[in-house]
């Protein structure tokens, strides 16, 4: 019997891979502290790399690791408990957190629709990046309506999130938004929650309303984004 | 015994949610159904907030946990990414500065307005 038959049988490896890989991600990046290294990437590359040495496949380890992600739709109905304990901030600015990641969410889909024309990429990786600047638990399940690339969409969405964090600030000023509920907004429309992370530097009105612009994005995305698609 | 209930509670949203997405006909995710339909119970004071916030709070903080797996996947899609991964990365990049940039101006100019709103009323009072 080899290594790949008796793992393809094990009910346990693919989610102790998967967990003991982010283990190894979580450790670094409190040592570091850096936001580039973040757990669920660096975990990715462990045991994609730990695949690719051992000779073991992606369906051996996609069999109990899939375990994991059973649990991705209740976690995102989870994302209810946030929003509705931001309710009374959502209520008093209805029409400017409506509005703006309305203009954001087309902006999203119009600006991704003219790169990946203008590289010359084709319709599936277009609908793999449509739903990148929201949170990767609903990302996922707009890429799957959209036949995108799961793997493809986490990559984007992680790229969003990451650059909210390190460059978010630097915009901000270069944009000169200065407004807290704006910043917030921003934060948390264009980088889900590693965007949010950073919004809670910036103070209490910021964090708040970056935390409440991911559910949002989430929503609306689920909204436009299918259209916009339907329409090409 | 309390965290299975609410647990129970979650998974049973879950359910309802994949039932709307296999019965209506919207390109909706069923976690999106189920989104909603929690938010909706939470309003409505059906389901009260100590009857999910735990479990809530738990499975949100180990959230990434859940996407390793589709994330592993990319290496059956390499064929299709390479050569443009770069072009990825700026698009990932550009798309993620226009948002910011678009929805951070938008809500300060609707701020900008409601404020000079909110001064008249003063003036007028």
């Known amino acids: 019997m080899n290594l790949n038959d008796f793992l393809a049988e094990s009910v346990f490896f693919g989610i102790v891979l998967s967990l003991a890989a982010y283990k190894i991600g979580f450790e670094i990046q409190r040592k ?38 059973y649990f991705l739709t209740p976690v995102t109905v989870c994302l209810a408990v946030p929003l ?7 209520k008093e600015n209805v029409a400017a957190i409506l509005i703006s990641i309305f203009l954001g969410c087309l902006s999203h889909a119009g600006i991704l629709i003219g790169i990946t024309a203008a590289f010359g990429m084709d ?27 799961a793997g493809i969409t986490v990559i984007g969405v992680m790229v969003a999130g990451i650059s909210g964090a390190v460059v978010g600030p630097v915009l901000l000023k270069l944009f000169r938004i200065r407004d807290p509920i704006a910043q917030g907004l921003a934060l948390g429309s264009s980088a889900h929650a590693i ?38 | 015994m309390n965290y299975i209930f609410q647990l129970a509670l979650i998974l049973g949203v879950s359910f309802v949610g ?39 709070g738990f499975m949100i903080s180990v959230m990434p946990i859940f996407f390793i797996e589709p994330t592993v996947g990319i290496m059956n899609s390499y064929g299709l990414v390479k050569g443009k991964i770069a072009a990825l990365f700026i698009a990932a990049f550009l798309s993620f500065a226009a948002v910011l940039a678009v929805t951070g101006l938008t809500a300060q100019a609707i701020m900008k307005f409601k404020n000079k709103e909110k001064g008249r009323e003063h003036e007028s009072e």
């Open chain 1, 84 to 90: 509705y304990k931001q309710l009374q901030v959502l």
């Open chain 1, 32 to 69: 570091y502290k850096k936001v580039f290294l973040n757990p669920l990437l660096i975990s990715i590359v462990i045991i994609i790399s730990f695949l690719l040495v051992t000779g073991v496949s992606y369906e051996t380890f996609q069999k109990g690791a899939s375990r994991l992600s």
């Open chain 1, 195 to 232: 965007g949010t992370s950073k919004a809670v530097e910036l103070g209490e009105v910021q964090a708040a309303m970056s935390s409440l612009a991911i559910v949002v994005t989430g929503i609306m995305t689920v909204v436009i984004v299918p259209w916009v698609a339907g329409l090409l």
């Open chain 2, 18 to 56: 994949e039932l709307l997405n296999a019965v209506l006909p919207f390109p909706i995710p069923a976690s999106v159904y189920g989104l909603i339909l929690l938010f909706l119970l939470l309003c409505s004071k059906i389901v009260k907030l100590e009857q999910v916030e735990q479990v809530a």
């Open chain 1, 123 to 149: 319709k599936q990786l277009l609908f793999s990046l449509m739903p990148k600047s929201i949170t990767t638990a609903i990302a996922l399940g707009v890429s799957d309506e959209l036949g995108g690339i």
